[in-house]
């Protein structure tokens, strides 16, 4: 069973374009709702994270909207430039020592010049 | 500072070989676990330890067994590799609180033929 879905797969924008990548989970005591970006060759790092007592949160171009009657979350990139292109993972978790973050499946962004 | 390292960075195994990847973390915190990363299918936890001393199975555990050596190094072996283990494997390491951040290393991309 998928806890956390992801869509879409990939996605491709023009520079100066808004992706929106959309996440949706099941289990309601999950309390952290992060983002994570992967380079080519790299490992996952954390780029914007919320937690359900907000409905959004906005670092820099990034923006996360969260609808917790709707069990879902997802990202905006505003002004999308050739830099932003990478795989992108929603996640989640319980807010407790130890628990693991459970992944969505990713997104591939492509964005072209 | 390095954060989370691994190694190798590379490995390629025939089938029925062992091997163990190693991860070690500098940030003193408290958990540590092991993802894999196949194409398509996100990042899937295979062990995790929440705490020096103590480990759990996640998502895809059989296959491998982990070591939780001391609170800086969480390694995991493969006793006898098929080619369905062929994936890139990332440690990561993370400390609850106000931020929750889990980090990863650069992860290892292992080939079993």
């Known amino acids: 069973q998928q806890q956390v879905k992801q869509s879409p797969q990939s996605l491709i924008v023009q520079k100066g374009g808004i992706p929106i990548i959309n996440c949706a989970y099941e289990n309601t005591a999950f309390d952290y709702f992060p983002w994570y970006q992967q380079f080519p060759g790299k490992g996952p790092a954390l780029l914007i994270a919320i937690r359900p007592d907000v409905s959004e949160k906005k670092e820099g171009r990034f923006t996360i909207s969260f609808n917790k009657s709707a069990k879902q979350f997802s990202l905006h990139i505003m002004d999308s430039q050739p830099g932003d292109s990478a795989t992108y993972f929603c996640a989640a978790s319980i807010n407790q020592a130890g628990t693991a973050l459970i992944f969505g499946k990713g997104t591939t962004l492509s964005v072209s010049s | 500072n390095a954060g989370v390292t691994q190694t190798p960075k590379f490995q390629v195994l025939k089938t029925g070989q062992s091997m163990t990847l190693q991860c070690a973390q500098d940030?003193?915190?408290?958990?540590m676990y092991w993802y894999r990363q196949d194409p398509g299918m996100g990042l899937r936890l295979i062990y995790y330890?929440?705490?020096?001393?103590?480990?759990d199975k996640g998502e895809v555990p059989n296959g491998y067994n982990v070591s939780r050596l001391n609170k800086r190094e969480f390694s995991l072996r493969l006793e006898s590799a098929a080619p369905s283990q062929t994936s890139v494997y990332f440690c990561a390491a993370r400390n609850s609180g106000s931020r929750d951040e889990q980090y990863f290393g650069p992860g290892t991309r292992l080939t079993v033929t």
């Open positions: 940030m003193n915190h408290n958990s």
């Open positions: 330890s929440a705490s020096e001393g103590t480990t």
